[in-house]
């Protein structure tokens, strides 16, 4: 019985490769190939795809293309503030039809974020009020701030001109800035926050460590 089942087996599968093209007594092979002409089932070597010379990851990234990433702003002094301007008048009107359904109404709190004027000084007590006036120690922090994020459904959709206007009619409603001042790259770094010395330089050991590569203590 035993002999007999494996003649039975032999038969299909003398059959099968029959079937594939190929012959096993032929010393050719199976004449099944992949794509790239590699026999199927064959054990020996076989043609390897030569790989290139270089990884062709993408294509080479231009300054041009990093422009529009690159926009940070160094804000201690305003280093990488764009060109444009934008006045207390120019921002009221841009807050009115990009602002005011989250922020509410001369920038006091709306349905989504509290209130954005007041607070100055508060720093000092126990009550603190978040804003821009009274927390930034720095102007240009108010305009990095609003072109990364804002709208929030729509960040970095507004143009510098009216992200300039906003930060000076934000500026103004906490009384920072005079009601016909216009915020460029020059005049903002200039406008005296409040709380400028209102922080305190981190210096424990850990945050100015100096990497050790030799002779390391």
């Not at 199976?30 to 993408?58: C, N, Q, S, W, Y």
């Not at 109404?105 to 978040?130: E, I, P, Q």
């Not at 990095?144 to 001109?161: E, F, G, K």
Request: with cysteine.
């Amino acid at each position: 019985m035993r002999s007999a089942r494996f003649s039975v087996f032999a038969a299909v599968a003398l059959t099968a490769c029959a079937q594939m093209g190929g012959s096993t007594s032929s010393g050719g092979g199976m004449a099944a190939k992949t794509a790239e002409g590699i026999p199927l089932g064959a054990t020996g070597p076989h043609p390897v795809r030569a790989l290139p010379d270089k990884p062709r990851f993408g294509q080479p990234v231009s300054e041009s293309d990093l422009a529009a990433w690159n926009i940070d702003v160094r804000t201690t002094d305003g280093q990488g503030l764009p060109a444009g301007q934008g006045s207390v008048a120019e921002g009221q009107k841009v807050y009115a039809a990009k602002c005011v359904a989250c922020h509410g109404a001369d920038a006091k709190g709306g349905a989504v974020y509290g209130t954005m004027v007041g607070g100055v000084g508060s720093f000092t007590t126990n009550a603190r009020v978040l804003t821009p006036g009274s927390m930034y120690p720095y102007a240009p922090i108010l305009f990095d701030y609003i072109r990364r994020s804002m709208p929030m459904d729509r960040p970095q959709t507004l143009t510098a001109n009216e992200v300039y206007a906003v930060s000076a009619y934000i500026l103004n409603l906490n009384g920072l800035v005079p009601a016909d001042a216009v915020m460029d790259a020059q005049s903002m770094p200039k406008v005296q926050m409040p709380n400028r010395n209102g922080f305190l330089m981190d210096d424990r050991p850990d945050a100015k460590a100096v990497r050790c590569m030799t002779d390391c203590k």
